[in-house]
């Protein structure tokens, strides 16, 4: 006589698997996953996935590495909106919460990868990764017509970051060369998995090659370092005007006043830096230079800076400064030359002609060599600018604005250049150190490019951070070219896929090739083999047979 026991179906929990499922496809029941194939239209959005990712991952680095220039990018909203407000708060925000968003659901994708479950995004995340892929075309795009020579920082970054980020790179791709292995493995030789594999092999062989392609001037010999380039502020910043002239040497702007006074002023307009809206209502949009002396000197154009903070820096200052800084006027160029000749420092003049309808529209040269006259300051601390009527100033230190050839500069009796960051490359400051021109670079507000060009022998920058920069007593990193080769000649000399190849059990293989689609007639079999052991009285069966069919089967009598 057969004696029938019950069936006791005991339910392993599987949170791990039920969070990563029901997180990225909104499969929370066990009868909802499947190990089979993903179909071509999931593939797609995995690969809509990695790509979003992947310029993401661009374009927060470009914002990072941005920051040496936030302040013109603000320059450039002011220009086109005409008030001034930090417009990279909602760039910075914005870029954090979609990284951090597409970044997780990578991760869950993996991980679903690994464990050999269908990709099926649930269709909420298909919204927010188009929201996040079509947002940040939209910011490339738009920084690519408004702000496009700031993409040259990407490649001047790279001196500094590229070893890093390469060591960064091997160990991400060492991390995925077991998931790749694995997965190819285990799926055969479809189409896809056979370009997956070669995806993966072009992406290694571009890391295995991309030392070749890194230079940084930072890869030297430590005696060869030159001494600290000198920090001269630029523009005023950070703390504005007196207070900073007796702590650095500056690059200040000028305009001209309708009655001839140089006077500093870096907008064409008075009305973002004075309280001119409230004094004088009806000229606030006016030429800064259509304004007499006597009605510039009446405007406050100290409280804007502290309202402001255009420097982020105001929180720095002791509350003896920000009593001085409220109270300030528009400074004169006479002030500035005897306050610079005061605390020992030099001053680089960056001059605006007046327009056209200006009465000192033709003296505007004598009315700046006046004004260095009545200062009683040196006239080899000061350094000329313009490239009209270098003659007439000849007592001056000459420099030019552009990036000239060094036959040019000793005809036009130019000793210095002053370059922006992106054109002076570490050949061609080289070649004017050995040709006896002295180089200084702006704007260099972050430590790490202030490091480049330490290393680059550049003698001096121009800086909107010099209190940043001053806290700067070494150059962030240093390293030897016998230093630099073997470590990634070590990093190179083992293949992460082969690697994963060979360490990949077997048996886990063929397992997993079992098990990975079961059928309807499988299921059956299965069934009919436990119904006849019960028949015959077996009464233990192995605890995790089985799991793929949403249940295991525990002892039963």
């Keep these: 006589m057969v004696k029938h026991q019950p069936l006791q179906q005991v339910y392993e929990k599987q949170l791990c698997l039920s969070f990563l499922t029901g997180i990225y496809g909104c499969r929370w029941k066990r009868y909802q996953r499947s190990h089979d194939n993903s179909s071509k239209w999931e593939c797609a959005w995995f690969i809509i996935l990695c790509s979003t990712f992947s310029l993401l991952l661009f374009w927060a680095y470009f914002w990072l590495e941005a920051h040496n220039d936030y302040n013109q990018f603000n320059w450039l909203l002011y220009n086109r909106s005409g008030e001034w407000k930090d417009g990279t708060v909602p760039i910075l925000a914005t870029t954090a919460v979609g990284f951090s968003y597409i970044t997780f659901l990578m991760i869950l994708a993996l991980c679903h990868i690994s464990l050999g479950q269908q990709l099926n995004l649930y269709w909420i995340h298909k919204i927010g990764v188009l929201a996040a892929l079509i947002t940040t075309v939209s910011g490339v795009v738009s920084i690519s017509d408004v702000w496009g020579d700031e993409w040259d920082i990407i490649l001047i970054s790279l001196q500094s970051t590229g070893p890093f980020l390469h060591i960064g790179a091997l160990a991400a791709v060492t991390a995925l060369g077991w998931l790749v292995a694995g997965h190819v493995i285990r799926a055969g030789r479809t189409k896809i998995h056979m370009i997956v594999l070669l995806v993966y092999l072009s992406v290694l062989l571009v890391l295995y090659m991309a030392p070749l392609a890194i230079t940084s001037p930072c890869i030297m010999d430590r005696n060869s370092l030159k001494p600290r380039p000198d920090v001269i502020g630029r523009r005023g910043a950070p703390m504005n005007l007196f207070i900073l002239f007796i702590k650095a040497s500056v690059v200040p702007t000028l305009l001209y006043s309708l009655d001839g006074v140089p006077f500093l002023m870096r907008d064409r307009t008075l009305r973002r830096t004075t309280n001119i809206a409230k004094v004088f209502p009806d000229k606030q949009h006016e030429d ?251 009464t233990n069966t192995d605890e995790h047979l089985y799991p793929e069919n949403g249940y295991d089967i525990g002892q039963y009598k």
Excluded at 372 to 392: A, F, H, Y
Excluded at 492 to 499: G, V
């Design 288 to 538: 800064a230079s259509l304004f007499n002396w006597t009605e510039i000197r009446s405007l406050n154009a100290g409280q804007w800076f502290l309202e402001s903070d255009p420097y982020w820096t105001v929180g720095s200052l002791t509350g003896r400064d920000r009593n001085r800084m409220g109270n300030l006027t528009v400074c004169s160029l006479v002030e500035m030359l005897r306050l610079t000749a005061r605390a020992n420092r030099s001053a680089l003049l960056n001059l605006h002609r007046p327009p056209p309808e200006h009465p000192h529209y033709k003296t505007w040269i004598m009315d700046t060599l006046w004004a260095v006259q009545r200062s009683g300051i040196s006239q080899k601390r000061v350094t000329w600018t313009p490239d009209t009527d270098r003659g007439r100033v000849r007592g001056l230190q000459q420099t030019s604005l552009e990036k000239l050839s060094v036959e040019e500069l000793r005809h036009r009796g130019i000793s210095s250049l002053t370059l922006r960051y992106s054109q002076a490359s570490n050949k061609d400051i080289q070649d004017f150190l050995v040709n006896n021109m002295s180089v200084m670079v702006y704007p260099v507000n972050e430590p790490w490019l202030y490091s480049v060009l330490w290393c680059s022998g550049v003698p001096s920058v121009s800086s909107d951070a010099p209190q940043v920069l001053r806290k700067v007593p070494y150059p962030i990193w240093l390293m030897s070219p016998y230093e630099y080769l073997p470590i990634f000649h070590y990093d190179q000399t083992e293949s992460p896929f082969i690697y994963g190849m060979q360490n990949y059990n077997p048996e886990q293989i063929m397992l997993s090739a079992v098990t990975r689609r079961p059928s309807r007639d499988v299921n059956i079999m299965k069934e009919k083999l436990i119904f006849s052991e019960v028949s015959n009285g077996v």
